[in-house]
Nanobody
C-alpha cells in the first residue's frame, strides 16, 4: 500500500515562497507519476503539477512559471517549489500517486 505524507505548508506573505515535500513509502516511484493538487475552501480540488517517470514535469496553466515540481528518487520524495505566492494560492495541497492521497498540508498566503 502506497502512503504519502505532505509537509512544508505554512503561513507566508504575498510574494513569498514555500517548498512542499511529499514523502512516498510502500513503493519505489521511479516510473510512476506523482502529482500535486490543491483545494481552496469551498472550491473543488484542482490539479497543480505532475511529474512522470524520469523527470517529465507538467504544470497547470495558472501557475505561469511560479511553481516547480521535482523529485529525489533516492529519498522517495517529491517537492513543489512555490514562488511569488499570492492570496489566491491559499489552499490545502495534496500529493497523489497510484490512486492514493496524502492528508494534505495547509498553505496560507496573506496579502
Amino acid at each position: 500500500q502506497v502512503q504519502l505524507v505532505e509537509s512544508g505548508g505554512g503561513l507566508v506573505q504575498a510574494g513569498g515562497s514555500l517548498r512542499l515535500s511529499c514523502a512516498v513509502s510502500g513503493t519505489k516511484f521511479g516510473h510512476y507519476s506523482v502529482g500535486w493538487y490543491r483545494q481552496a475552501p469551498g472550491q473543488q480540488r484542482e490539479w497543480v503539477a505532475v511529474i512522470v517517470g524520469a523527470d517529465r514535469p507538467t504544470y497547470a496553466e495558472f501557475m505561469k512559471g511560479r511553481f516547480s515540481i521535482s523529485k529525489d528518487d533516492a529519498k522517495n520524495q517529491v517537492y513543489l517549489q512555490m514562488n511569488d505566492l499570492q492570496p489566491e494560492d491559499t489552499a490545502v495541497y495534496y500529493c497523489t500517486s497510484l490512486n492514493q492521497w496524502g492528508q494534505g498540508t495547509q498553505v496560507t498566503v496573506s496579502s
